[in-house]
């Protein structure tokens, strides 16, 4: 089949390449030259584990091209697919709608009148509906729910496809582009609109919950004198909780889950249906970031001024260079701003954190981010920072104190090396006034 692609962020440079993947003709559409040079090139513009290597196969083959032109993709696609960006908006916690009202109306304006118009984009319920009503050809709606760092696979074997329809018409046509996902035995859920846009905000919601529930655990743990590992291990082993989403730390963070919550609260309001506990999601997950400073400043006595922070990580999650709303660089610049004098490694976010925090200084390794450094605070939990030796780590800091955000550290080991270990959902140990 002939595809477009409209957007190439990140969710449209994946599904263009994975549709290629699947066989189909794809067009990928954006309004940023550059954007469309590069990946025309074979190039992406942030990192994903697979994903080159697929645009790079597609290109080749002549199976996947790019283009500025909604003339061109208008006369090119028989399905059009919408992955445009809903950031917040400025002034409030509402999803901003602009790029995906642009898309559509320009889809609107060249698609043929039997091309079907799928929304991919996360979208506040009822968007689908107001959509359709405006356009001419047909709409439909198909929500993702791909992890970055593992893009591909969520897309080529998804956990389930929703297709949000209108027509048995719209049906057909996605099982056509899907067929061989489904044939693999995929589950499908075939639902009306407002319930294909509510998996979407749902799930996210769902997960952004379990990271606050166990978060809020470790609260209590840290005032209790539980110890939240455990309890979420204890918790995982039923089958009805399961272990996923249990790790607490530092909180989540990306271009979805906070955005996304946010929004989904608001729309709850305009709908008469609040979701107030999502607020409290929200004011949980902000509290960790509260509390990773309040250890690093008790651990240098009362305040950082002046203390020299090493900060190992900067990507919101591991496997990702994506820093959008990242906890690390959110408890890093607040440091900074208490006088603190930081510097941040991370293995593959560098470049876009020191675009996005220009203050803050970067160690290309981490040995160079722990060297003389006063106190230490472990943000992002990459494998290469759960294998830093805490021995050889404590020769090259200035004072062995650390905080471990993330709960994956060997708090014995490193306490047994000369570390002043403090970690999250733990309460602190005695202290023999070092
Ligand atoms: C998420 C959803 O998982 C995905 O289905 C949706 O399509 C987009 O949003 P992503 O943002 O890529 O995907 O990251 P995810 O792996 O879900 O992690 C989100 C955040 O939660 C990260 O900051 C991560 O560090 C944090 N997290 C995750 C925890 O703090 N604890 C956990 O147990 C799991």
Request: glycine residues 10%; proline residues 6%.
């Amino acid at each position: 089949m002939r595809l477009t692609v409209i957007g190439t962020g990140y969710l449209g440079a994946t599904h263009a390449a994975c549709m290629a993947e699947l066989g189909h003709e794809v067009l990928g559409v954006d309004v940023d030259p550059e954007k469309i040079a590069a990946l025309s090139a074979g190039k992406v513009p942030f990192h994903e584990p697979g994903l080159p290597e697929l645009i790079a196969k597609h290109t080749a083959s002549g199976r996947l091209r790019f283009t500025t032109s909604y003339a061109e993709a208008g006369a090119f696609g028989e399905v059009h697919f919408v992955c445009v960006g809903t950031p917040q908006r400025r002034d409030s916690d509402a999803a901003d709608l602009t790029y995906v009202d642009a898309a559509f109306a320009a889809l609107a304006a060249h698609a043929a009148p039997d091309a079907l118009l799928v929304g991919k984009s996360t979208v506040p319920v009822g968007t689908a509906g107001r959509l359709a009503r405006t356009c001419d050809p047909e709409v439909a709606w198909n929500p993702e729910f791909l992890r970055e760092g593992f893009a591909v696979e969520d897309t080529l074997r998804p956990d389930r496809l929703v297709f949000g329809v209108e027509s048995a018409r719209a049906e057909t046509i996605l099982r056509a582009v899907y067929a061989p996902v489904l044939a693999a035995g995929t589950p499908l859920v075939t639902a009306d609109f407002p319930t294909a846009e509510l998996v979407k905000t749902a799930a996210n919601a769902f997960l952004a919950t379990k990271i606050s529930f166990i978060n809020a655990m470790a609260e209590v743990c840290e005032a209790a004198g539980g110890d939240v590992r455990t309890l979420a291990e204890a918790l995982g082993h039923d089958d009805r909780i399961g272990p996923k989403f249990l790790s607490a730390g530092v909180g989540f963070g990306g271009g979805c889950l906070p955005k996304d919550i946010r929004a989904f609260a608001h729309r709850a309001d305009e709908l008469g249906t609040p979701l107030s506990f999502l607020r409290e999601v929200d004011a949980i997950n902000m509290r960790r970031r509260d509390r990773v400073a309040q250890l690093a400043r008790e651990l240098c006595g009362g305040d950082v001024l002046g203390v020299r922070v090493a900060v190992l990580g900067a990507a919101f999650k591991p496997g990702s260079d994506d820093i959008r709303d990242s906890p690390a660089l959110a408890v890093a610049a607040r440091l900074r701003l208490e006088g603190a004098d930081v510097t941040v490694h991370d293995p593959e976010a560098m470049d876009n954190a020191r675009k996005a925090f220009p203050l803050l200084g970067y160690a290309l390794t981490a040995e160079d981010a722990l060297r003389g450094a006063g106190l230490v605070l472990h943000l992002t939990e990459w494998p290469q920072f759960r294998a830093i030796d805490p021995e050889r780590a404590a020769m090259l800091v200035a004072r062995p104190r650390i905080v471990d955000g993330r709960g994956v550290l060997d708090a014995d080991r490193w306490t047994a090396a000369g570390w002043r270990f403090r970690a999250l959902g733990r309460p602190a140990p005695e202290e023999e006034g070092q």
